[in-house]
């Protein structure tokens, strides 16, 4: 069955689309949903065959890690063993989405985390994302919306059919976001090292 465009923006965000949402991703099913920066696909990112089945949707390699979404720096903490101090500075300092992949994560499925013992995580402050990543009261995964190699879709419109079809549920909401573009990603590793990897 095709799923439906998303309707058009709201004051409120109605509670039963947050439901919804989050009906899908206790179930371990995979959602497409707008995201702090772009359409993103997204599941629990506590279960292994959860992500397992967005590498299979996305057709990309496992070695290409995928964002985990928190929505706190409570629940940032609760994943990563030691959030390094520069970190939470940067943290509390930045106002745009920003990715910081951290050394030594924990609790999170073993298949999000890189070989180096790291995992890509982003503090959002969408009100959506905040709001099922509360319901689910776990972290979910922010990957674009297309399959390894193509271009970041910036508008609906831009999903390949084909990807929609094979995603469990569509967040019937349009992007909030003002400027549509993948968030800034650096590294801060617990030895000082820092390291710009998408501006």
Same mark, same amino acid.
């Given at each position: 069955?095709?799923?439906?465009?998303?309707?058009e923006?709201?004051l409120?965000?109605?509670?039963?689309?947050?439901q919804?949402?989050?009906?899908?991703?206790?179930?371990?099913?995979?959602?497409?949903?707008?995201?702090?920066?772009?359409?993103?696909?997204?599941?629990?990112?506590?279960?292994?065959?959860?992500?397992?089945?967005?590498?299979?949707?996305?057709?990309?390699?496992?070695?290409?890690?995928?964002?985990?979404?928190?929505?706190?720096?409570?629940?940032l903490?609760?994943?990563?063993?030691? +959030?390094?101090e520069?970190?939470?500075?940067?943290?509390?300092?930045?106002?745009?989405?920003?990715?910081?992949?951290?050394?030594?994560?924990?609790?999170? $499925?073993?298949?999000?985390?890189?070989?180096?013992?790291?995992?890509? +995580?982003?503090?959002?402050?969408d009100?959506?994302?905040?709001?099922?990543?509360?319901?689910?009261?776990?972290?979910?995964?922010?990957?674009? /919306?297309?399959?390894?190699?193509?271009?970041?879709?910036?508008?609906?419109?831009?999903?390949e059919?084909?990807?929609?079809?094979?995603?469990?549920?569509?967040?019937?909401?349009?992007? /909030? $976001?003002?400027?549509?573009?993948?968030?800034?990603?650096?590294?801060?590793?617990?030895?000082?090292?820092?390291?710009?990897i998408?501006?």
């Amino acid at each position: 069955m095709a799923k439906k465009k998303p309707q058009e923006p709201q004051l409120e965000i109605p509670r039963a689309i947050i439901q919804d949402a989050v009906t899908h991703l206790k179930r371990g099913e995979s959602i497409l949903y707008p995201t702090d920066t772009v359409y993103g696909l997204g599941c629990d990112a506590t279960n292994y065959d959860a992500v397992e089945n967005l590498f299979s949707i996305k057709q990309r390699d496992a070695s290409k890690k995928m964002i985990v979404l928190v929505d706190s720096f409570q629940m940032l903490d609760q994943y990563i063993e030691e +959030v390094p101090e520069m970190a939470w500075e940067v943290l509390k300092l930045n106002k745009k989405p920003l990715t910081i992949v951290f050394d030594r994560p924990k609790g999170v $499925a073993e298949n999000l985390i890189a070989s180096d013992n790291s995992l890509a +995580v982003r503090v959002t402050n969408d009100p959506l994302c905040r709001a099922i990543i509360r319901g689910l009261r776990k972290p979910i995964v922010a990957t674009s /919306a297309n399959y390894q190699g193509q271009p970041t879709p910036v508008h609906y419109d831009d999903i390949e059919p084909s990807l929609i079809e094979k995603i469990d549920h569509v967040v019937d909401l349009p992007l /909030a $976001a003002k400027n549509i573009k993948p968030s800034a990603i650096m590294k801060i590793s617990n030895n000082g090292i820092v390291k710009i990897i998408r501006k």
